[in-house]
């Protein structure tokens, strides 16, 4: 009992230090995952160098095949992109399974004292990379110490319990149960390469799955089918196209173990005449294996990532499409791409904000209230888009951050509350127009046209605010500064003119409120702008 025990516990430490290795890893890469991202290409090999390259990185297909399917949700990368991308991560994985294959070249003695000087790395650090580094240091090293307590455990059962121990691996030898049988536990742990690793620690410990030869290659098939359940959950509630993604990844491997299945089942010493004549171990042999299956499934299908995006296409009918939000859960599990991505909708919401603004401006100069119903349904659009951006913030705020990530979602619920200070001042501008409808104001010609000059320069402010915050570009700040001193000169100068107009005898009195109101309403939004704009300084000294 003692052995089962300790075989559960290994299990237990080896699950725990993948996670470790992801979680740290992840962090220490956020930023280079952005910019893999970023570099998404028309060319399927360089999404599938990508694909491989993030998903070895943060030791999990799931989370690189999760966050391609975010990307397909918010309409930032198309299907053809998506496939090489899956195609890269279903590689890329393997890279556990290599890891635990080391477990066999002996060197397990001396990676397990990973664990204690990844600890003394990570307690003796001030700076969070640093840290992160010895926590993913001491996650590789208990990778090794799982694999260990696993194997000695198995040895210890196959030594004390032989027949009974051989009697219940040899006991499933029918391939297609084989394959159900990794397809299950790859669900239930949600993570092909524990699979595949344990396999490993069972072999090295000498016990012989099924009747030997190919047996163990049909569980390391059936773990590939399993891996896809992360994605296709994920797509659930996702628009179309992300569902579609994740209909591919389970076509990918669905194919290709179907592929696989026919030739071990009809090449029955496949095992015999290939990996084990290659490689020495039992533990090399099942890692080169996935690797290799991996690997040849790729090069068949990605000539045929178009088929593989008209089949998805043909199966997944029209339906949801995207909203235009950047924001999406599936981000959460990378937070400086969930970050990113929700610097990208506050532009998207600010754009909305600014395009109230205009409307409603325009119908101030032109007293025309035919546009109420449209300027007030975008106000309304930014109160719940800030709301949903404002709880996704904290959504991600919940995560280990970086200092300079919870500086950057800081700077975010400002921009966030200065946008819909926006909104709110588009929404005054129909009070006003309503006001100098109903009261039948007049503003002459000469004060409509300074008005007008006045917006366009808040117009011009917006886009510098806008450049400087998409490219985060310090030098467009002074253009910034310039643009905003014009505006607070505009308000000088049209209220002082005003009230020259009203001493004259020229303007009423009753327009005064009205004007009053409208030009200092611009020049406090160009105060927003301003603010949003100069806080790309706050991110660089973070």
Known sequence: MAHIF??????????????????????????????????SSKNPLVGVGIGALTTAIVQSSGLTTVMVIGFVNAGLMTLYQATAFIMGANIGTTITAQ?????????????????????????????EKIKSLG?????????????????????????????????????????????????????????????????????????IIGNGGNSVLFIVLGSNIGSCVTSII???????????????????????CVIFFVLLVCWKDFMAVTFERWFANPEQQIAMFHT??????????????????????????????????FIDDRFLSAPTVAIDQANKETVRIADIAYNAMKEGFEGFVSKRTDDFEEITKKCSEVNELSKSLTEYLIRVSSHDLTVNDQKRISILHSNNSDVVRL???????????????????SFSPGVLESLQEMFASFSRLYDLTRRARTEKDMKILPEVDAEEDRLDEYRRILVAGHIDRLNRGE????????????????????????????????????
Do not use: W
Request: proline share 1%; aromatic share 8%.
């Open 135 to 207: 926590y993913a240091v001491a996650g590789l090293g208990m990778i090794f110490v799982g694999l260990s307590l696993m194997t000695g455990s198995m040895e210890s059962l196959k030594n004390d319990y032989e027949p009974t121990v051989n009697r219940l691996f040899s006991s499933v030898s029918n391939p297609f149960l084989l394959l159900l049988l990794g397809a299950a536990a790859t669900a239930l742990m949600q993570s092909s390469a524990a699979v595949t690793s344990i396999l490993i620690a069972i072999a090295g410990s000498g016990v």
């Open 99 to 127: 890891i635990a294959a080391l477990d066999s070249f002996s060197i397990t003695d001396y990676a397990i004292a990973l664990v204690l000087f990844g600890m003394i790395i990570s307690m003796a650090a001030r700076k």
């Open 292 to 325: 290799f299956f991996n690997i040849v499934c790729t090069a068949l299908f990605l000539p045929l990532t178009k088929v593989f995006v008209a089949l998805a296409g043909a199966l997944v009918r029209d339906g949801k499409k995207s909203d235009g939000s």
């Open 507 to 542: 303007c009423t009195a009753a327009s005064s409120g009205v004007f009053i109101n409208l030009v200092s309403n611009i020049e406090r939004a160009g105060d927003h702008l301003s603010f949003i704009a100069h806080t790309i300084e706050e991110v660089a000294m973070a």
């Open 234 to 256: 994920s797509s659930f509630g996702a628009n179309t196209e992300a569902k579609r993604a994740g209909l591919i990844h389970l076509m990918f491997n669905v194919f290709g």
């Open 423 to 441: 909104a709110e001042i588009a929404d005054n501008f129909i009070k006003y127009t309503s006001r100098a409808v109903r009261e039948e104001l």
């Open 6 to 39: 300790t075989l559960l516990a290994g299990l237990g430490v080896f699950l725990f230090g993948v996670k470790e290795l992801s979680d740290n890893m992840e962090k220490l890469a956020n930023r280079r995952l952005k910019t893999l991202f970023r570099k």
